[in-house]
Each structure stands twice: as C-alpha cells, then as structure tokens.
C-alpha cells in the first residue's frame, strides 16, 4: 500500500519497524534480544469495533481487531526459558491472529494564521494478545534436532515472549501512528477535519 503520497503519509503494509531489543528477567529466566528490519503485513486490515468521540475535549477513543498480522525480520538471542539455554540469529517470520488494540488520542486546537488545526499528542495503544506462532530459523546454529524443539518450547511459552516484546512493540506503534495522524490533521483545517 503506498500510504498518502500528497501528505507524506507512508503506507502501512507492510509496517516497517526498524529495531526492538529485549534485555529481561533474573538469571535463571533470562531474554535478551534483537529483533530487526521487521515487516509487519496486514495492518491495512484493521476493523473498528468502537469509536467515541469528544470534540468538545477534542478525545477519540477507538478499538480496532487486528485479524491477521504476519511479520518477518531478523533476530539475535540468547534466553534461558526453564532449564534450557537457547541461543542463535538468522530469520524470524511469525503469525498473529485476533489482536485487539484499544487506543485513546488527545488533542488541542493549535493556530496557524487564521486557522485552526488539530495537534494529536501521543496516542497510547494497548495491544491484547491473540494467537501467536513464532519461528526462529538457526536456532543452536541450526541444530536439525535442538532448533524444532526450541521452537516448539517458544511457542509453547510464546506469551512469555510476547509479553516482553509487546511493551516494545506498543511504544513504537504508538509513536509511528502518531506521527502519521498528525500528518493528516496538519494538512486540513479543523474545519474541514470536523464540519
């Protein structure tokens, strides 16, 4: 998708995310990664579930259901989960079904001229997790036997993993879809946002 050219608007599918690093828990349950150049398809698929409005407060709430995500990039780890050590880099791709976001914007009306335009402040966006299937390629530098069973015991325990990326990953939706929805109002009139 090639976004809104005309207002400098990037597409969003796929979602480029340059960098997440993971550096948690004790020893005994430690995580530390990177994950980068990642590309998330499928969040042009968004469906509104609810939206609320205050012009008066110039408040949206909204919350949208994110049928499907699929994602690929490339990762560095080193986690211990329960008694094994797992470790390697090489590609990551993983699939995510029937994420929620709930996200709350705020504004103010700000002055340029003679008109007035709307400035969103930063959003905040909580992501509830769905289904998620991860995969790790050259896991124990590609052990044929080690690497599937590392898979299986992640996405045995993907939530583990999950909820340490998602914390991340809300944070740099947050800023990007910022970013992006101030493109937008910038361009109109508050006016023409709101007849």
Same mark, same amino acid.
């Given at each position: 998708?090639?976004?809104?050219p &005309? ?73 211990r989960i329960?008694?094994l050590?797992?470790?390697g ?11 929620a976001?709930k %996200?709350k ?10 008109? &007035? ?11 509830? %997790? ?14 044929? %036997? ?11 325990n ?28 910038l ?9």
């Amino acid at each position: 998708m090639p976004g809104i050219p &005309e207002l400098d608007v990037p597409g969003v599918d796929p979602l480029h995310l340059k960098e997440i690093r993971l550096s948690r828990g004790p020893q005994g349950a430690r995580l530390d990664a990177t994950i980068t150049n990642i590309k998330v398809f499928g969040a042009n698929s968004f469906i509104i579930q609810e939206l609320k409005t205050d012009l008066d407060k110039n408040i949206f709430d909204f919350d949208l259901l994110l049928p499907h995500l699929h994602f690929i990039g490339s990762y560095k780890i080193a986690m211990r989960i329960l008694l094994l050590n797992i470790h390697g880099n090489g590609g990551l791709t993983g699939n995510f079904t029937n994420y929620a976001c709930k %996200v709350k914007m705020t504004g103010q009306k700000i002055t340029r001229g003679k008109d &007035e335009y709307l400035m969103l402040d930063r959003m905040k966006l909580k992501l509830k %997790v769905g289904d998620a299937q991860i995969a790790l390629s050259n896991l124990f530098d590609g052990d044929p %036997v080690l690497g599937p069973m590392a898979n299986r015991l992640i996405n045995d325990n993907s939530r583990v993993f999950l909820d340490e990326i998602l914390p991340t990953l809300e944070s740099s939706l947050a800023d990007l879809f910022t970013d992006i929805a101030n493109k937008i109002t910038l361009k109109f009139t508050y006016k023409e946002l709101f007849p």
